[in-house]
């Protein structure tokens, strides 16, 4: 066995210890003996002192403490960056990979304007390069608890509750909004990366697909907006031969699937406004209405957001206080996702599909129906209660913001289907946790995915621009003439069943569907006319 002495490694604050006994006194021999590091090394840590001392002047503790003092190849951006990053961490706004690459290329094109390389990227390569060099180990931070201003929050609720008796705003005027990112269609996992089955050597790809989801409701639960889904494409192969109004949610787009502030700019004129106004008008209430917003980089400045009557305004929460104050933060944005996750179970059980074959359908047309449904399920009781725990005010009979009604019948389902369901997900994920447990643990999966740019810009997308992944063929656009035939087939099973009521409903789309056959027939003769004139 060899007795050569290994060499240790050296971080960039111990070469600089070292540097400094030389500078004192101590001789390049005895340091290099008492180390058992070559003179020869030594020489080049004294020559690269200054190199050494930029990254104790600009680096934080943890790029301390790696082994190489490499600089960046454009340092004006690589500080820029870090500034950003620092700054946004400071602000408690949740960041990712995906969130520091776009700030950078918006930072490159800041720094060098017309000198900017056209076909420049952060690639992934670049982005762990940087993270190295600031010793950032993981770039996903949960901030909003962890820096939630308590002092604010506290002063906010009574200065807020003056401001309501001032304006002499009612609890059906007061409404909240908040974004939430959300996986459509991930399994449960607490790495968000399915383990691999040891005997077949083969797992459930993870499957990411994103949408940022906006939801509004008042005060009382009574009124709750339809939400907005926001994904990456304009025009999703699933959505092709469909009208647009016919969704069950408001869709829009952007290149992240982020909010941004043109599209909440867009929500708020075009969406907010009419509804609150038709829902108080039906109460027989003035239209005024005050709505709660945090500070989210892509939530407009409040000059923006009124009515042209100035009635209909928002109300800013201060900063870093969401986590204590915001009442959908409270526990109804994570009711929607665990009311969302059982609609998933549901589907998967009565299709009686594989996992990975059932996850292959779920798209985002499907998973605005899972969205609505898990959305209409929220009661305006856990509204409330979620608005008293955030700011005060009447506590209900059962002041608890978890839905509680499913405990015997879970899912709605059967013992038997209940089972299924549970060997499904529990085989999908490897686990022999019940299901109850994995739905909760899968509630908060996607807590802090991003849902804005970190630095105020717009996200530029093409109106055009259509879904390339995991293609499926576009179906053919289906006549008046298809939906008559299909829905005679529907009424002689529902006929032969003996169901009354589904019985009467097609047989009322069946007339419907027939008079849209007539009209159509005589606009294709008449146009057919005047084309052989």
């Not at 399915?194 to 993870?206: H, I, P, R, S, V």
């Not at 869709?251 to 708020?268: C, G, L, Q, R, V």
């Not at 996200?459 to 499926?472: G, M, S």
Request: proline residues 5%; aromatic residues 8%.
């Amino acid at each position: 066995m060899s007795n050569k002495r290994k060499h240790a490694s050296y971080d960039v604050q111990q070469k600089l210890d070292v540097i400094e006994r030389i500078r004192n006194g101590k001789t390049r021999i005895k340091v290099s003996r008492e180390l058992g590091v070559p003179e020869s090394t030594l020489r080049g840590w004294i020559k690269d002192e200054n190199k050494l001392r930029t990254f104790l002047d600009e680096f934080d503790e943890g790029g301390l403490r790696r082994k190489t003092a490499r600089t960046a190849k454009d340092p004006e951006l690589d500080k820029a960056t870090f500034n950003a990053f620092c700054e946004t961490r400071n602000n408690g706004i949740p960041i990712s990979g995906p969130v520091i690459q776009a700030q950078a290329e918006k930072l490159y094109k800041e720094i060098h304007g017309p000198n900017a390389d056209p076909e420049f990227t952060v690639s992934s390569g670049w982005l762990k390069r940087w993270k190295q060099r600031h010793g950032i180990s993981q770039v996903k931070i949960n901030g909003e608890i962890k820096s939630a201003d308590t002092v604010a929050a506290e002063e906010f609720i009574p200065k807020f509750q003056q401001f309501i008796e001032e304006q002499q705003l009612t609890e059906e005027m007061i409404y909240n909004a908040d974004e939430t990112g959300l996986y459509y269609k991930i399994l449960p996992d607490r790495t968000l990366a399915m383990k691999k089955d040891k005997t077949t050597k083969e797992g459930y790809k993870q499957i990411k697909d994103r949408v940022t989801m906006l939801f509004c409701c008042n005060w009382t639960g009574h009124h709750k907006l339809t939400p907005l889904c926001i994904g990456k494409f304009g025009s999703p192969r699933c959505f092709h031969n469909i009208n647009m109004s016919s969704l069950p949610l408001d869709y829009d787009h952007s290149k992240n699937a982020w909010m941004t502030a043109a599209i909440f700019e867009k929500w708020f004129h075009q969406t907010f406004i009419p509804d609150i106004r038709r829902h108080l008008r039906s109460k027989g209430m003035e239209p005024r209405a005050c709505l709660l917003l945090d500070n989210c980089p892509a939530h407009p400045p409040a000059e923006t957001l009124k009515s042209i009557d100035g009635k209909i305004f928002v109300y800013y929460l201060p900063k870093n206080t969401t986590s204590k104050i915001q009442p959908l933060d409270q526990g109804i944005i994570s009711v929607f996702k665990a009311n969302y996750r059982r609609e998933m179970i549901k589907s998967m059980v009565e299709e009686d599909k594989s996992v990975p074959m059932f996850l292959k359908t779920v798209r985002i047309k499907e998973a605005l129906y899972l969205s609505e449904s898990a959305w209409g399920a929220i009661k305006p009781e856990t509204i409330q209660n979620c608005w008293t725990k955030a700011l005060g005010g009447p506590i209900t009979e059962n002041p608890t913001t978890v839905e509680e009604d499913e405990d015997e019948d879970f899912l709605g389902f059967s013992p038997e289907e209940v089972q299924e369901a549970e060997q499904k997900l529990m085989s999908a994920v490897h686990s022999s946790v019940p299901v109850q447990e994995i739905l909760a643990a899968w509630s908060t999966i996607d807590d802090d995915v991003p849902i804005a740019l970190s630095i105020l810009a717009e996200d530029n997308h093409n109106e055009d621009e259509e879904e390339e992944e995991d293609p499926v063929p576009i179906p053919p656009t289906r006549t008046a003439d298809d939906a008559v035939k299909g829905l005679e087939v529907a009424l002689e099973y529902y006929e032969r069943v003996g169901d009354k009521v589904k019985t009467l409903q097609l047989k009322s789309l069946i007339r419907d569907a027939k008079m849209r056959a007539s009209r159509n027939k005589k606009q294709a003769d008449i146009t057919s006319y005047f084309t052989k004139k």
